[in-house]
């Protein structure tokens, strides 16, 4: 017969920084239509950008048995589980500096976390305690797997590691796009958070699962502009990484992680003065650019039937769902009345969850249909929160809006109504 399917080495749930492989922002959950807040916290960052407090850079990542694991700012403690029921510490981890924070922890089937800061890739298990540790120079934004189940990440100065996930073995030498690239990283994190030039690699690779061809974005010193590039790496008959194409059709950068669709056909990306790309996977050609209006802040979220919804750039920008209908992208719904203040996830049963503004630097949580854009409920973010940074969904459907400012809050589906 057959053979079977290999297993995934990702584990059920939203276990990948962009919930996936392929970047897509989006939860095979059901989604409840009616939420209220389970619980929030509030964590006390150690590093402020101007006046800004920087406390969580990302969403959390969560496993099977619903363990929330947070990388943050906060002292001393830039890694932790927390239970997902009530929110409270389980353990944290000394062993991760302040980098951590630009990466959300990787989980896989065998119940590791991964995760990077700025000195080396940390390897854990769910209690904690370190499995291995591998040097690295620079600070990858969140790493993947590959179809073969090896960890794979690039380096914000474009060093790009293949490693074994039970040991940290190099199945290759590193890649250097920037050979000799040294990787202080205090030089270039506010740029990785915005995609500029002093950030070569600013954001998460994406990989099909498929056919072990990664996609992700890069800025080649001295070029005018930020690409996409194509790359496959393959294990027989023996582990490599070969260049497949190179799309240098970024202007300004990007601060979005490229997104792949379900069917490993299309990339979409965002560049940093008005528009998302949605490019060929496999030649890297450009299918449709598509007019957003503005630079946007993070990657897009994007449905298994090509609903597209970008995140706004830091600013309030219209809460709107874009879908992709081949030769150009049309425009679903739009709502001007809701200043959009985070990525908007997307679930199964056609739900959007999206940080709205509410005035004076407060948020709150909007639930609304997917297709028609419909609002279902509506709920306050607990205390002063700027923008959300990636909301994240548990297996049970729990949704977790993380702040820019230190805040997290919990959402469930809502009890049903007595008799």
């Known amino acids: 017969g057959p053979d079977p399917e290999p297993a995934s080495p990702y584990a059920e749930g939203w276990s990948a920084v962009h919930a996936d492989a392929a970047n897509t922002d989006y939860s095979p959950v059901e989604g409840a239509a009616d939420v209220t807040l389970a619980w929030h916290r ?3 960052g150690s590093v402020h950008i101007g006046p800004l407090e920087w406390t969580i850079n990302l969403g959390p990542t969560i496993d099977p048995d619903g363990r929330v694991y947070l990388t943050s700012t906060v002292a001393g403690c830039h890694l932790q589980a927390l239970d997902g029921a009530t929110g409270e510490t389980l353990w944290c981890s000394t062993e991760v500096d302040r980098y951590a924070v630009s ?3 990787l989980l896989d089937s065998d119940g590791r976390l991964f995760v990077a800061d700025g000195e080396a890739m940390h390897a854990f298990d769910a209690d904690g305690n370190v499995l291995w540790e591998v040097p690295i120079v620079g600070v990858p934004l969140s790493a993947q797997f590959t179809p073969e189940g090896r960890l794979i990440f690039i380096t914000h100065v474009g060093n790009i590691h293949v490693l074994d996930r039970a040991t940290g073995q190099a199945m290759l030498p590193t890649v250097e796009l920037i050979p000799g690239a040294t990787g202080d990283p205090a030089g270039g994190m506010v740029a990785c958070a915005r995609g500029t030039e002093d950030c070569p690699a600013a954001n998460t ?10 996609f992700f974005t890069f800025w080649a010193p001295g070029t005018p502009q930020a690409g996409v590039r194509a790359m496959q790496y393959t294990e027989e008959p023996e582990p490599a990484i070969t260049e497949l194409w190179t799309n240098d059709s970024l202007p300004g950068g990007s601060a979005s992680s490229p997104d792949l669709t379900t069917d490993g056909s299309r990339l979409y990306v965002n560049d940093n003065v008005d528009s998302v790309h949605a490019l060929d996977a496999a030649s890297g050609e450009e299918a449709w650019s598509f007019p957003i209006g503005y630079a946007s802040g ?8 090509g609903l597209i919804m970008p995140e706004p750039k830091r600013g309030p920008e219209p809460a709107a769902r874009h879908r992709d209908a081949g030769d150009t992208a049309e425009l679903a719904w739009r709502h001007d ?3 959009n203040r985070g990525i908007p996830t997307q679930t199964a049963g056609d739900r959007t969850y999206a940080t709205v503004d509410a005035g004076r630097y407060r948020n709150e949580l909007v639930v609304l249909d997917s297709t028609t854009g419909e609002e279902l409920d509506r709920e306050p973010i607990p205390g002063t929160s700027v923008f959300s940074v990636g909301t994240t969904v548990g297996p049970d459907g729990t949704i977790y809006v ?16 007595g008799p």
Request: net charge negative; charged share 15%; aromatic share 6%.
């Open 42 to 44: 509030d964590f006390e």
């Open 103 to 105: 990466s959300s922890t």
């Open 205 to 214: 690779l994406s990989v099909d699962m498929d056919t072990g061809r990664f």
């Open 298 to 305: 993070g990657s897009p979220s994007t449905s298994p039937d």
């Open 337 to 339: 009345d809701m200043a």
């Open 402 to 417: 993380p702040t820019i400012v230190g805040g997290l809050a919990a959402f469930g589906p809502a009890a049903p109504a």
